[in-house]
Every structure is written in structure tokens, then in C-alpha cells.
């Protein structure tokens, strides 16, 4: 992959523009959903930062968001609405925190061994909130008020409000997006780029490549937890579910069905990916059949991922396409 | 006398029951180059592993301006100016030429925490990238993706990341090989230049260039040192010249 | 604890342990030599256990059961690694992750298509349904003996296969270089698939000799599978003797755990994963 390059997305005002105007349109069944795109889409973009960004295939990266969604529950008082200066940062930092503790750990893996290994500490993190009194157990535990934003006596935001919640995450979204957009065209962005391409040689080029990949890390738990935060103010409780490898899986679905190493990609994996679920659910209880199908299918015949769709199509229009390519 | 910059002392690496190197010690004084030959297998590349820190030694001692760094990272020696160049061309495929120097430029100024400003915004590590694959004879190619290089480039870019670090120590590893004469001589032309400023420690199979660059020869075989001294009495020598010029030339890769 | 107590949990532990090496030396040995890394690996564990339900639920004997199931494994796996493994040889981890989690999905509907979701148990063969008696209160199941001895067996039969076939030694060199074992006139194609049946096979007859105590379940192949995993990275990637050994340790944290700290009982086998990477990050051992 190349080193990120500014190119003109010059589609993405308008996809902002319809995602700000939406809910004007919308059923409140629709905005709901959209909502939710936007949370997986925040959560993919940080598995992005790891896996395509950074060339680490972490499959635990449900601990982040999940242990930062127990926060917000935590953290919040049991019948009034928390604080959304104080429950916001702190389920971030949660998130970077376990991602910090955790990369200590995960990051002297590498390849085969780091997926495995992610993907049993978020195992681990499961059990705590699983097995220990903390989390509630596999019933998991409300969020009985969402937090608001007051200052003095003045409520400034409040997540109880559909509509409010709404354009929060929208907001969250264009923040998350930009600030990755940033972050790769900074000097750190290109050097997690070399250590994807080639870590040995920025090793021996001077880059501490351990303490690279531990600030990719990090990062992309923060913002895993910010995904966190949202989703548990959307529904108002939390489950072990929410921290499950499952979880995991998914949002690894996303970004690669999406075409990884591209921010678009991850959030166009997102949508894709909800919305397949929603409509095979809708179809059936057994959805979970049809979506194995999908991705053997695209495993099998489509290794660029969806994003990669238009290209192929084009290459199959034109004649000229190799489809092995 | 020329200033002691890194030397081996004792040091020995064994592969299971093989000795890559055995017992090896070496010195490397700044101004001077010091060409290291040996016949395929005689555990030269293993002797830039050692000191580059790519390898852990099994035994002995590395001291770089008389502290013992044999347990430090590749990272850690790179930082101190301990550069090094690959056998095996070792870049960055899908970045360009520029980007590859650029990235190699920026691992002297640790602006990790700087993410909120561009990359290619630093007119230092701009300049010092350019002037890299200026040296190493790029320029025209600057802009040009690494991977579409022919092999030759691709060796003259292993050089110019490098050079982009600055370093005070060039390990270098058969850097001439798979390069065409007129770019063998240019940068022959540049081992000179870059001589006075530097301790270089140049593997090569290339004996009409080794002779016309070096200071000290080293010669090994099998792991060991078999003798080592100024180019004339390398050529005179009885023992080299049985052991392994005898063999007639050495075949390049 | 009195004696004869810890005997008892030395013996799950024991147990426990073996069987999941049998289930993980098929994953590491499915990774070691043709690099495939399978998710789904748990989910032939699933499937050997509610065939062992199925089977048994028809024939009424469980060894009948368990003969029927192997020969449906191998040829599961044979038609896997035909249609879809074999062409992922050449590609990344990444979509080997993404197609063997595309499989689990398929795998679990269909088991809850054709079984259904409920918890079923396998009665024990009478003929190994009594217990030994320990002492005047405690008494140990012959059945789990005779799982653990199996256990045993195979892992002789496997040491001996790899160590002293013909069989073996192409897989050992293919493990190592694959382009060369193909220079020499060897199938290697050949062997991969024998290797993914292989592999296929002994996690689906883990889960046949595990039924009748741990009882078939939904979700119960990803459990093992999660545990195999901390196995493998325990023992050594492509390691067998690193499985065995680390599947036995787990056993033991795991099944002490229990007595020890009860409430935190999951947690014991990811701590000693923890260790076991500050330590050593490649594994204790590594390679066959
Ligand atoms: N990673 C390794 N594992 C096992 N043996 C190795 C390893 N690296 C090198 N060797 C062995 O050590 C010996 C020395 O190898 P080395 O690459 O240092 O030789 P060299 O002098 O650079 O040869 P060439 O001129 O071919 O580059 C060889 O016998 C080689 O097979
Ligand atoms: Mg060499």
C-alpha cells in the first residue's frame, strides 16, 4: 500500500450532507439505524488504524469498545443522567488503557501468533466482565439515564434525545474521520505506514518500532472506545455479548469486506455490513447462515474487498479485465 | 592515529552446531574503509548482522566509542549512528524512491507526537532525503516507485536510505553487487568521498574495487579471521592467496 | 483438600488436558505445515459431538457412532480443503481469518437448522459406565479413564507417525519448505489434504469422546476453539510436543483454578498465557 496521498474525495461533502439531512426525511426506525452505521463506522475506522494502517490483524478488538462501554455504566450515577465531561473522556481513556495494557502483551507476537493471541486476551476481558460481580454477568447491566452535557444548570446536550444523539455521533464520526485522515499524513501516520510495509527495515533504519505500533495501539483503543461509549448510550445497557469475539469478528468483517487500508473503505464495510444484517435478519432467523455465504463468497471471489467492486465491474465492461488480477 | 569508532572483540555466533563467526575481532577507525572479503558462506553478512545488531552474538563483545552495545536493539545502535545497507535489497517497495529516504530521514527527529502537522512539510528531512539520492545517484528517479526500479536502483536506493540517516558508521553489504559498471564506478567514486567523514566497513566480492577503496583488508574463511592488514600485504600474503584467491575469482552473485 | 480429592481433580486436570490436545495438535498441525491459520477448527469439534448425538441417537451404540463420525470427518475435510482451502494457500492470513469466520457462521446455523438449539447428552456405553471407587465417598468414572487413555494412544500413534512413515517425513519437510518437497516429485497437494483431514478428523473424534461427559451444546466449538488457540501459542506455533505439553498445563491451571479461585476460574488459563509470552513469546517450543 502506498504512503496516503491527498487525493480528491469529492463525494464526501455530499455523503455528509445526506447524513446531516437525513433525519429530517427519516423515520426515527431509520435514523436509529443510520446511528448505528455511524457507531460500527467510528469502531471500524479504528480497527483500520491497526489492520490496514499499521499491518496488524488484531482480533480482539471488541475488548476496547466493549470495556469501554462498561464504563459508561459504571461510571454513571444510577438514576440520574452522568456527566458527559467526565463519562465521555473516561471511557476513552478505558479504552486506550486496556489497548495499552493489553499491546505490552500482544505486541511481541507478530503475524499468525498476534491474531491468536488478540484474540484470546479479548477473550480474557470477556471473562472479567462475565464472570466477575463488576460487569453483572451475562446478563449484563442498564444504563438507566444517558449522560448530558449542563453546564451550571443549563443542559447543553442531551443523549436521551433521539435527535440529539443522532447528529452527536454524526459529529463523532466527521471527528474520528478527520482526525485519522490527519493522523497518516503526520510523520507518525507514514512511519506505522513503513512498519506495515517493512518493520524489519525501520528497525534497523532507528524507528522503535515497538513503541510505534504500541501509540497504533493505543490510539485505535481510543478510539474503539469512543464506538464504545456511543453504542452503550444508544441502547442503554451493556452485555458480555458486546465484548465477544463475535464482536470482534464483525468489525474485522467490516474493514476488510470494505477493503482495508483505506478510511472509506472501513466506513463503506460498516454500512454494508449493518445493512446486511438488518435485511437477512429481516429475512430470517437463521441470518447468520446467509452471511457466512456472503463472505466465503467474497473470500472466494472477491479478495479486494466490496470496495474493490467497481473496478473489477469496470474491468468486465471494458473487456480488458483480468479477473485474476 | 584515526579515532576508534566500533569494534568486535572476541565475538562468535553459532547456528546450531555451525560457527557463522568465531572468535572474530576487528576494528573500525573513522576515516577509514575497511573492506571485508571471503568467499561464499565465510559468515560475512553474519559479521554486519553482529554489529548492526540484526543478531544477538553467542559470544563476545561489540564496543561502539568504547561502550559495550552488544546488547542494544538494531533501533537502539541505529539511532547512535550505526547505519547499515542489505546483502538482499531491504526498502520500502510501494513508497517512491523519495518517500523511502524521506521515511529513513525522518527516524533521526522523533516528531512522532508531532501528528498534527504533514510529513513531507519538513524541509529538513526534505533535504536531507534529496540530497541522499543525489549521492547515490537517483535524482532522475526520484519520484518513481521503488518496486518498478530495475535491480541495479534498487541497489543504489538500499545506499541512499542509509545515507539519509546520517549515520557515523556504514555497514555495508556487497553493495556493488547486481549493479552496472557505470554505476559500480560512481559509487565507488562515492565510497571515497564519504571515507574521511566515516568508519566504513564495505563486504565485497568485487576485488578491483576493494582494492582501489580500501585501508584494511580483512579477510575470513569458514567464520574466522584469516588475516587482516593493509591492502599490499593482503595481496602478498601466502596464506590468502592459498585459502582463497587461490580459487580463482570468487564468483559474484 | 484430602487426597484422594486431589487425585480426582489430577485426573480431570489430566483429562481435560489431553483432550484438548487432540484437538489443538490438529490446528497446529493444519498451521505448521500448510499455514493455514482455522477459526473453524472448533466448530469439527462441534460438529464431531452432535454427530456422536446424532449417531448414537440412531444406532444406539456409541463406537458405531464414533467409526461412522470419523469416516464422515475425513471426508468433510478432504471436500473442504477441495473446494475452498486449497485455493487459499497463496493468499494472506487476513482472508484465511475471513473465510474460516464465514465458515463458523455457516457451520453454527446449520447445526441449529438440523439439531436444533437445545443442550442434548450421549449416554455413556455400558460398557464402560461404572466407577472406580477411591475411597468410601469418592469414586472416578471409568469412562473418563478411558478418554484419557485414548488420548494417550493417539498421541503415541502420532508421535510414531511423524517421527518413523514415510508420510511423516514428507510432512515434516513440507512443514519446513514446500517448493523443495515439490522439486523432489512429492504431491504435495497430496499431503496437504491429507494433513487438513487429518487435522479435520481430530478435533471432530475430540468432540465424539468428549460427548457423553461434557454433553453437545450450541456455541461449544468456539470455547475450544478460543482455549486451543492460548495452546498453541503456548506450546509453539506447529509445535505437537509444544500442544501437549501446554494443553496438559492449561488442564491443570484450568481444573486447580476451579478449586482455587472459583469465581475467577475462567481467567487462570489466560493468566498463565500471559506468562508464558512476557517469557517467551514464540511459544515454549517451537516447530514438530
Ligand atoms: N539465520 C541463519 N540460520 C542458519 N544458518 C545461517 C543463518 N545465517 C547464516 N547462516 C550460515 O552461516 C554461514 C555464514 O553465512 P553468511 O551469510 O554470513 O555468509 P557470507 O559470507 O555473507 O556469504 P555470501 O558471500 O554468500 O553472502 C553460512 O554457512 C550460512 O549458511
Ligand atoms: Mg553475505
Known sequence: ???????????????????????????????????????????????????????LVSFGHAAFFGAAAYSVVLLSPKYDPGNLWLVLPAAVLTGAAVAFVVGLFVLRTKGIYFIMVTLAFAQMIYFVFHDTPLGGGSDGAFLNVKPELRIGEKVLLDLNEPMQFYYIVLAFLVVAYVFLRVLLRSPLGHALAGIRSNEHRMQSLGFPVFLYKLASFVTAGGLAGLAGFLSACQYGFVTPEILSWHQSGNVLLMVILGGMGTLNGAAIGAFAFVVLQEVFSALTKHWQLLMGAVIVTVVMVLPGGLSSLPQRLKGLLIGGGNRNG | MAELVLSARGM??????????????????????????????????????????????????????????SGWSPDKRSRAGIGRSYQRTNIFPAFTVFENCRLAAQSRTPRALRIFSKAVAFPDLRDAADRA???????????????????????????????????????????????????????????????PDHAILLVEHDMDAVFAVADVITVMVTGQVLESGPPDQIRDSVAVQEAYLGEGEPDDE | MDFSTFLIQLLNALQYGLLLFLVASGLTLVFGIMGIINLAHGSFYMMGAY????????????????????????????????????????????????????????????????????????????????????SETLSYPVYRLFMSAVCILLAIVMYWLIRHTRLGMMIRAGSSNREMVQALGINIDLIYRIVFGLGVTLAAFAGMLAAPVSSVYPGMGNQVLIICFVVVVIGGVGSVWGALVAALLIGLADTFGKVIAPDYAGLAVYVLMAAVLLWRPEGIFRRI
Open chain 2, 133 to 195: 539520492i543525489e549521492q547515490a545517484g537517483l535524482a532522475e528517479r526520484r519520484d518513481v516507485v521503488a518496486a518498478t526500479l530495475s535491480h541495479g536502483e534498487q541497489r543504489q536506493l538500499e545506499i541512499a536510505m542509509v545515507l539519509a540517516t546520517a549515520p557515523s558508521v556504514l555497514l555495508l553489504d556487497e553493495p556493488l553487487a547486481g549493479m552496472g559498471p557505470e554505476e559500480s564506478q560512481s559509487m565507488v567514486a562515492l565510497l571515497k568521498k564519504l571515507t
Open chain 3, 51 to 134: 454427530m456422536a448425538f446424532a449417531l448414537t441417537a440412531l444406532s444406539g451404540n456409541l463406537l458405531v457412532a464414533i467409526l461412522v463420525g470419523i469416516a464422515l470427518s475425513v471426508l468433510i475435510g478432504f471436500l473442504l480443503e477441495w473446494a475452498l482451502f486449497s485455493r487459499l494457500y497463496k493468499r494472506d492470513h487476513l482472508d484465511q481469518v475471513l473465510l474460516t469466520y464465514g465458515l463458523i457462521l455457516i457451520f453454527e446455523e446449520l447445526r441449529s437448522l438440523l439439531v436444533g438449539d437445545d443442550v442434548h447428552g450421549v449416554p455413556i456405553p455400558e460398557l464402560l459406565s461404572a466407577s472406580i471407587q477411591l
Open chain 1, 1 to 55: 500500500m502506498p504512503l496516503p496521498r491527498n487525493k480528491t474525495r469529492n463525494y464526501l461533502p455530499l455523503v455528509l450532507l445526506v447524513l446531516a439531512l437525513f433525519p429530517v426525511f427519516g423515520s426515527s426506525y431509520y435514523n436509529e439505524l443510520i446511528a448505528k452505521i455511524m457507531i460500527m463506522a467510528i469502531f471500524a475506522l479504528s480497527l483500520d488504524l491497526l489492520v490496514g494502517f499499521t499491518g
Open chain 2, 12 to 69: 562468535s555466533r553459532r547456528f546450531g552446531g555451525l560457527y557463522a563467526n568465531r572468535d572474530v575481532s576487528l576494528d573500525m577507525h573513522k576515516g577509514m574503509l575497511h573492506a571485508v572479503l571471503g568467499p561464499n558462506g565465510a559468515g560475512k553478512s553474519t559479521l554486519i548482522n553482529l554489529l548492526s545488531g540484526d543478531l544477538p552474538p553467542s559470544a563476545g563483545q561489540i564496543l561502539y566509542r568504547g561502550e559495550d552495545i
